[in-house]
């Protein structure tokens, strides 16, 4: 649910286990007492965070994950429910941090998000889907360019009752039929939405979230959190509006938002993250206004693009596009009709896209309290390699960060994507425990 259902584990899960000789030790290795619980290792030597697997994590007890895509109502999740991922996932501890090794088994390589390709029938640049689409009878009609992600949640101070026994799905709310008042005269909408937010004003959950394409550029995951999005005042008729997952660093700034229902503002965010490549240009300089990338990099086969190439000039604003689809740009135009390179491969649902479609977003690094994770991801070729680590006790005063210091036992859940931004498979009930 970016949105619906707690966020929690996608992503087939990636074995390839490479071991390297370094930070050797030799320790008989210790066993959780039940599937559900992951052991944290208390280990004097660190692993190197760079997504190759040092022979220290031998010591770490793997416990094996299987996410399912859930069935949470109002079709939120069609199309993927009961598909399952797997994967392990090992904890170590020191007394400065706390080590993750996820490992995702995935045939298939996704990071680009809603990238965008030239289609020759229109003329036109558009941008593909992060899910997959449907027809009216359920038939797959093209597939899903989202990302391959994965989060872990965690109960803050214990503030969110249900977590104990509900995990992730403790601040996940979907959303069935609701009066909508923002119409007049009011009227029942079906409230198809879902998003999460937790049921009480001081209950929060620590939400990590592991975007790879981040991981490979900047070397940090994605710190959020969940709060109660002010409430049932205005959680209970919105239909799926009342989003309870903020940045970290961002609170409540006092005021409200200027249209109904009114909701609570937060105080605002540097840019980070992500930006959306994506601009409105008139074709030929006069005609219809169409979307097209905001930024290329000319003739180049990329993944993705980081803002930093929107300043240094290695990416390119696009300045003007034409009605046969040619775009302008500084020093040069891109011919999307000459090739397939910028064009989808074939007409099957499942065809792919040429090799230099463009990012259908602009990657920054994580700032302050969003980067408390550090990260590698590396894809093996049958699956992801996550490597991360966080201090046990981060400098947040804002009471948005789990504290680990206390090496007491935690419920947490988690989710993976599989090639889409919004649908997942989850795995709750879960809890560390650390070997003492």
Known sequence: MKTSLTLFLFVSFGLLFVYCTKNAQVVAPVTSASSNELLSYKTSTAPTIDGTIDAIWDNATKVNLAATVPDPGSNLFTGYIGEMYTGTLRSMYDGQNIYFLAEIRDNDKSIKSAPWYFNPTTKLWAKEGTSKSFDANGVMTRIGFGEDKFSMLWN?????????????????HVFGPYMDYSKTPA?????????????????????????????????????????????PTYTAVTGGNGNGRHFDDLVLDGNKSATWPFRPSYTADATQGSIANTQNLKLDGTGTSVAVPKWIIPNAAVDFIKAADTLSGVAKKVTAVSSTGVLTYDGGTIDPTVGTDYQRLGTSATAELGSKCFPGNIVAPVLRGRADISMSAVYTGSGWIYEYKRALKTTDVLNQDIDFTGLNDQPFGVAFWNRCNNQHGIHPGLLLKFQK
């Open 156 to 172: 803050v101070d214990n503030s969110t009752a249900k977590f104990s026994t509900q995990t992730c799905y403790a601040s996940c």
């Open 187 to 231: 009227a029942m909408s079906p409230g198809t939405g879902g998003n999460h937010y937790t049921n009480g004003v001081n209950e929060k959950i620590d939400m990590w979230w592991l975007h790879p394409n981040r991981g490979f550029a900047f070397g940090n995951m994605d710190d959020n959190y969940q709060d109660w999005a002010g409430g």
